[in-house]
């Protein structure tokens, strides 16, 4: 990488031996996770009109520049999960995989009280409870 600024600005020209004894500085700031972006901006942004020193401009400015060591980034927190089949659980509700399904809708409510009502009906017919001419209207 910092042979490679040559290219931004001749100036920063290095030998091998230089670019060596400045790696463990640039070392640092890959710890502190800073990426090659951002180092050659650190390293090039608003130079000097003269440099007399290439290894001595970039030494100063690999310590002076160096960024804080950024915190580790803090693993989201994990969904609980089901003990039974380890399906990842929505927020506070049960497994939907195990529980088991709702009662049919016709088992409950208005088709059960529909159903009641058909069979009292049916009842009351059969048993001639009703006249005739009312069931022949309908």
């Given at each position: 990488m910092l042979l490679s600024l040559r290219g931004r600005d001749p100036r920063l020209?290095?030998?091998?031996?230089e670019a060596v004894r400045l790696a463990p500085l640039v070392g640092e700031w890959r710890e502190a996770g800073a990426s090659d972006a951002q180092l050659r901006e650190a390293l090039t942004?608003?130079?000097p009109a003269r440099v007399l020193s290439a290894p001595g401009l970039l030494a100063n400015r690999l310590r002076r520049?160096?960024?804080?060591?950024?915190?580790?980034?803090v693993p989201p927190a994990l969904r609980p999960e089901c003990p039974d089949c380890g399906t990842?659980?929505?927020p506070s509700s049960p497994c939907r995989a195990c529980t088991p399904p709702p009662p049919?809708?016709?088992?409950?409510?208005?088709?059960?009280?529909?159903r009641?009502?058909?069979?009292?009906?049916?009842?009351?017919?059969?048993?001639?409870?009703?006249?005739?001419?009312?069931?022949?209207?309908?």
């Open positions: 020209t290095l030998g091998t031996a942004g608003g130079l520049k160096l960024p804080t060591r950024l915190p580790r980034p990842p659980l929505p049919p809708p016709e088992a409950t409510g208005f088709a059960a009280a529909a009641r009502g058909r069979a009292l009906a049916r009842e009351a017919l059969s048993a001639g409870a009703v006249s005739g001419g009312a069931c022949a209207a309908m």
